[in-house]
């Protein structure tokens, strides 16, 4: 396995896009369900032709000419919080368990050092015991709990709220 970690640009429209339909459909840990996404390929093209690449950063990474995974990290607009990012992170279960998630994260925090980000968070399902190892593993902390933060097949699922302080 050849992987290469990569921005994501407009190029990548149709490929992001069936990448985050195809999460949606193989995992309850990212947010939409299946059939809930309704982004066309105008639409991603649009989004990923605006990008600011000083307010977010969307990486890919890539298996071949096919894209696995992506984290994106998008700054706070506001002053006050211009220093700190969230991150969403999402990886086919073809491509689990193979350090992608680690190299992913590794351009994150290279980009926001660059941006002068000094704070990364996330939600992560409380029951998602990888996400969680992996997100430890790359030096987020629990930070506390987001109580029924989301209803999954009738069933409430809380999310602990994490947080990264980047050196900068």
Known sequence: MRIEIRGITVENSAD???????LD??????????????????????????LDESMSALIGAFDGNNLVGYI????????????????IIGILLSHTGQ?????????AD?????????????????HNINAIKLYEKVGFTKEGIKEKSMLINGHYVDEY????????
């Open 16 to 22: 992001f896009l069936e990448l985050l339909f195809k």
């Open 25 to 50: 459909k193989e995992t309850q840990f990212m947010m939409l369900e299946p059939n809930e996404r309704h982004t066309s390929f105008d639409d991603m093209q649009q989004y990923l032709s605006t």
């Open 72 to 87: 994106d990290v998008c700054r706070g607009n506001a002053n006050r919080i211009k220093h700190s990012a969230y991150v």
């Open 99 to 107: 350090g992608i998630g680690e190299m992913l994260f590794k351009k």
């Open 110 to 126: 290279e980009w926001a050092v660059k941006h002068n980000i000094a704070r990364l968070e996330l939600t992560v399902m409380v």
């Open 161 to 168: 709220y994490m947080g990264k302080i980047l050196c900068i």
